[in-house]
């Protein structure tokens, strides 16, 4: 599977693709219309930023209690379930007079489901494609995610002016539920990927397996911290610029979804695991840029540039898979995406809190000195090795959450 034409033509590949889609177009326009809803009413970055992604600090709550789900559920109604769990909680948010500790609360609660979400979904793209079709599809989706980001940004901003912020949270509480009804009429019914019923108990002790292995330590390390860091650069757009928080936003996408078409299709297989770190150096490196508080074009196209590094997230995240058995695919790419989340929340209230006692500009610059740092501290345990795919062929169809010869040296 080497076309997009051919991944296209996977069973179920384009309902799922469409079901990922109009989600994140959802939670696009919902998290612009509600940063500067929060914005609007407090003038604090700090709140502004957590109430954007503060529901990441859930993630990890989730991921230590809930993430066995991921491979236990059947994908398709777990997956129509969330999206309506998340519409009804983004117009809750829409409600006038919420205080702002209610709003955290719910923003909170939504980020607890979220912490299935990926799980389940990248879960059943491992099912639905086969092994060499697996970057190639994730890239796609990240690709997707780019372009909402381009979109939904721009439109979100016409919707917040046009609508106002709460109009703008509806219209992403009616994208939700339209998600649920891509998924429940385009994917087929599937069982779980393993046998048993989830509990805190067996989501803790998949979890230790997981990062039993120094090798997945470093992969988790490399996805989650340099990432969230710089997401905290993001965070903090609104109150670096808030008439410009979109295009910025918007050049962030473009970057991204350049990175992510670079490194899923054209990026050859020899390469791939000696371009990890320098990526990881450009997600950071211009974002140094923002000390001198440049103008709004020149700061655009720092943002784009360095938003090419997020394609780090794709080579190393297919690193991860090489490492881990696939009964237990679902479950280590939902710890790696609630985990990422969880540090993009720490990231944007690390900034926030930096922001209010210096500056938006100059926080962003620290934030990004931090990430260079953090980025050359993990470099060694991501240099390229023999990475045996052995362990993920022996429990291609075993259902029991068991695999035999796992790599965890």
């Known amino acids: 599977m080497r076309t997009y034409r051919d991944l296209f033509r996977a069973p179920e590949y384009t309902p799922l693709f469409a079901s990922f889609t109009v989600q994140e177009s959802a939670q696009t326009v919902s998290g612009l219309a509600l940063g500067t809803l929060v914005y609007d009413a407090t003038r604090s970055p700090l709140l502004a930023a957590l109430s954007m992604f503060g529901g990441s600090f859930a993630q990890m709550a989730g991921a230590l209690t809930l993430l066995s789900a991921a491979d236990r559920l059947?994908?398709?109604?777990a997956l129509a379930c969330m999206a309506l769990l998340f519409g009804a909680g983004t117009a809750v948010l829409s409600v006038p007079g919420l205080p702002p500790a209610a709003l955290l609360a719910v923003v909170a609660g939504l980020g607890l489901v979220a912490s299935l979400r990926s799980g389940v979904c990248y879960g059943l793209l491992s099912e639905i494609l086969p092994d060499e079709g697996f970057l190639l599809g994730r890239s796609v989706l990240n690709m997707a995610a780019g372009l909402t980001q381009i979109c939904g940004f721009a439109v979100g901003g016409v919707l917040v002016v046009a609508l106002s912020p709460r109009g703008a949270l509806l219209t992403g509480a009616a994208l939700y539920l339209l998600t649920a009804l891509v998924a429940v009429t385009g994917l087929s019914r599937r069982p779980p990927r393993a046998a048993g019923r989830p509990s805190p108990g067996e989501t803790w002790r998949t979890t230790v397996r997981l990062l039993s292995s120094v090798p997945r330590r470093y992969a988790y390390l490399a996805m989650w911290v340099p990432n969230g860091l710089i997401v905290g650069c993001e965070a903090l757009f609104v109150s670096y610029s808030p008439r410009h928080a979109g295009p910025l936003l918007a050049a962030a996408g473009i970057g991204m979804l350049i990175g992510d078409t670079a490194t899923g299709r054209f990026v050859p297989r020899r390469l791939r695991g000696r371009l990890s770190v320098p990526l990881l150096l450009l997600l950071a490196g211009p974002y140094l840029l923002f000390a001198a508080g440049p103008p709004l074009p020149l700061g655009a196209a720092a943002v784009l540039l360095a938003s090419i590094g997020y394609g780090s997230t794709l080579l190393i995240q297919e690193r991860l898979m090489a490492l881990t058995p696939v009964p237990m695919h679902g479950h280590?790419?939902?710890?790696?995406?609630?985990?990422?989340?969880?540090?993009?929340?720490?990231?944007?209230a690390l900034a926030g809190g930096v922001a209010q006692v210096t500056s938006p500009a100059a926080a962003m610059a620290i934030m990004a000195v931090a990430s260079v740092a953090v980025t050359l501290v993990l470099a060694p345990?991501?240099?390229?090795?023999?990475?045996?795919?052995?362990?993920?062929?022996?429990?291609?169809?075993?259902?029991?959450?068991t695999a035999s010869n796992e790599t965890c040296a």
């Open 74 to 77: 059947p994908p398709r109604t």
């Open 332 to 348: 280590a790419l939902g710890l790696h995406s609630s985990g990422m989340l969880t540090m993009q929340g720490v990231g944007a």
């Open 381 to 401: 345990g991501l240099r390229p090795h023999g990475i045996s795919t052995r362990s993920a062929h022996d429990g291609r169809h075993r259902r029991d959450g």
